[in-house]
């Protein structure tokens, strides 16, 4: 199956795709807006966001076992903020080549200038190979062959 996404895209239509690759899913930790918790949000934005407006939040994906969202993913139009295990960072779209899975529970994100981050989705594992759709789509900025890539 292909897809294609073009960078920039606007809000409506980043709704649009996040539904159909990485749909809403609260039981594995994974939100969409408006359908996140606000306190959830709250605590994802104060703890590895700060400077987000809770509006500027496409979806969260909370990497806690007890769902304090305090580790985990927010992803904006803009890019992908994260936190794992007290270390946090943001990367732009435009500035990632590609996701791979690692282990159980991760996604490796290879920058354009060559270095890697790890991103842990923590118990959102069936959210992992989604996620990792999703970015692999956005980065490739054209066509993606979502079979390739664990659809």
Same mark, same amino acid.
């Given at each position: 199956?292909?897809? @294609?996404?073009? +960078?920039?895209? &606007? %809000?409506?239509?980043?709704?649009s +795709?996040? =539904?159909?690759v990485?749909?809403?899913?609260?039981?594995?930790?994974w939100?969409? @807006?408006?359908? #996140?918790?606000?306190k959830?949000l709250?605590r994802?934005? %104060?703890k590895?966001?700060? &400077?987000?407006q809770?509006?500027?939040?496409?979806a969260?994906?909370?990497?806690?076992?007890?769902g $304090?969202?305090?580790?985990?993913?927010?992803? =904006? =139009?803009?890019?992908?903020?994260?936190? %794992?295990? &007290?270390?946090?960072?943001?990367? %732009?779209?435009?500035? #990632?080549?590609?996701?791979?899975?690692?282990?159980?529970?991760?996604?490796? #994100?290879?920058t354009?200038?060559?270095?890697?981050?790890? #991103? $842990?989705?923590g118990?959102?594992?069936?959210?992992?190979?989604?996620l990792?759709?999703?970015?692999?789509l956005?980065?490739?900025? &054209?066509?993606?062959?979502?079979?390739?890539m664990?659809?």
């Open positions: 199956m292909k897809e @294609s996404v073009e +960078l920039p895209i &606007g %809000r409506q239509n980043w709704e +795709l996040l =539904t159909r990485v749909p809403h899913d609260p039981q594995n930790q939100y969409l @807006s408006p359908n #996140i918790p606000q959830k709250d994802a934005i %104060r590895y966001a700060s &400077g987000l809770p509006g500027d939040v496409l969260l994906m909370d990497g806690t076992v007890f $304090s969202a305090h580790m985990g993913v927010l992803l =904006t =139009t803009e890019g992908v903020h994260y936190r %794992r295990s &007290g270390k946090g960072g943001a990367i %732009r779209w435009s500035e #990632i080549s590609e996701a791979k899975s690692v282990g159980s529970a991760e996604i490796d #994100i290879t354009t200038q060559g270095s890697r981050l790890r #991103i $842990s989705c118990v959102g594992l069936l959210v992992r190979d989604r990792q759709k999703l970015v692999n956005v980065a490739h900025r &054209g066509t993606a062959d979502a079979d390739q664990g659809s």
